[in-house]
């Protein structure tokens, strides 16, 4: 019996590409989570991909008799249910970092975004106003000669180093493994504490997981140590920043501005505060999915089940289940 992938059907995944890249020798099966077709390829199911989801739980793997692996094509992995793929003995392993280019673009893009506010550039030019009510007042940057604090230098964040050196900027960095010496001098970052990234950056760009460490990593206290001239830009997961903390430092003018694809709740409540506020650039949890990386997702994804399926160890295990 051919090894089956249950792929769970998705709007940010081109499913004619997965068909044409699946592997020949398996069987693949594409369902909506939950969904009675879902249900009935799960019990036969080898490998699970797709996006993670909190109805991925012990009730399902309990469903699932045969899974050896449990593929995100996300690199968050946050909505998983970790304690209950521990217990059942299945492996969950994220993205390999395929969608690294494109959230480091979409850091710098909001960076770039904020500093020269761009929504309000667009909103002024579209109502008629051009340059705006307060030209005097507009204040523009450049990321030139900026410090830009990398909150987690993973694989996103060492693109988001590159992707900033090459515009000027002086680029430090807090991440809780410290890496060599060797790669700091080829990346052209330097290594500083969370308080001194926080005190001194002119931008501060966040790259961290979401667990029960990051969650609120950044809260009031830490947005008042920031500058007032200072922007946060989370292109990572919402609720490691305290969205009501950001809030109102945004609305009294204790920091410049921010840059957001990720919040609290997504998508988030009407009535959100930071749509109250021009000095914000908001966009839909859209950084990763690009065409151009749906190929490395899809290839990332049946490696691994190809990898299992001889009896190999998967790659890209998430930390918590790769002891």
Not at 158 to 187: C, H, P, T, W
Not at 261 to 290: I, K, M, S
């Amino acid at each position: 019996m051919a090894p089956r992938i249950l792929m769970m059907d998705n709007p940010l995944s081109a499913m004619d590409l997965a068909r044409e890249l699946a592997p020949p020798e398996m069987e693949m099966v594409v369902a909506p989570l939950g969904s009675p077709e879902f249900e009935a390829a799960l019990p036969g199911a080898d490998f699970i991909v797709g996006f993670g989801s909190r109805a991925i739980d012990a009730g399902l793997y309990a469903r699932a008799p045969r899974l050896k692996l449990l593929q995100l094509l996300s690199a968050g992995y946050d909505t998983i249910d970790i304690e209950a793929a521990r217990q059942a003995g299945i492996p969950v392993c994220n993205n390999g970092g395929a969608n690294s280019t494109a959230v480091a673009e979409h850091a710098i893009l909001l960076m770039l975004a904020a500093c020269r506010r761009l929504v309000w550039q667009h909103q002024s030019v579209a109502a008629g106003r051009w340059r705006g009510n307060d030209l005097a007042g507009t204040k523009l940057y450049e990321l030139r000669d900026k410090t830009l604090g990398i909150v987690g230098l993973g694989a996103i964040g060492k693109k988001v180093a590159r992707l900033a050196n090459a515009f000027g900027m002086d680029v430090q960095y807090y991440d809780i493994r410290r890496v060599s010496e060797a790669e700091e001098d080829a990346l052209a970052v330097r290594f500083r504490l969370l308080g001194e990234i926080l005190a001194n950056a002119d931008i501060v760009s966040l790259h961290v997981p979401l667990t029960p460490a990051t969650r609120h990593m950044i809260g009031a206290a830490e947005l008042a140590r920031m500058k007032p001239t200072a922007y946060l830009i989370n292109t990572c997961r919402g609720p490691v920043v305290d969205e009501p903390a950001l809030a109102a430092a945004l609305a009294e003018s204790r920091i410049a501005g921010a840059g957001l694809d990720v919040f609290d709740q997504e998508p988030p409540a009407a009535d959100n505060p930071l749509f109250r506020l021009n000095t914000v650039v908001l966009t839909p949890h859209f950084a990763g999915p690009t065409w151009d990386n749906q190929q490395a997702r899809f290839r990332n994804a049946f490696d691994n089940c190809q990898r299992v399926a001889r009896g190999e160890r998967p790659l890209w295990i998430i930390p918590e289940l790769a002891g």
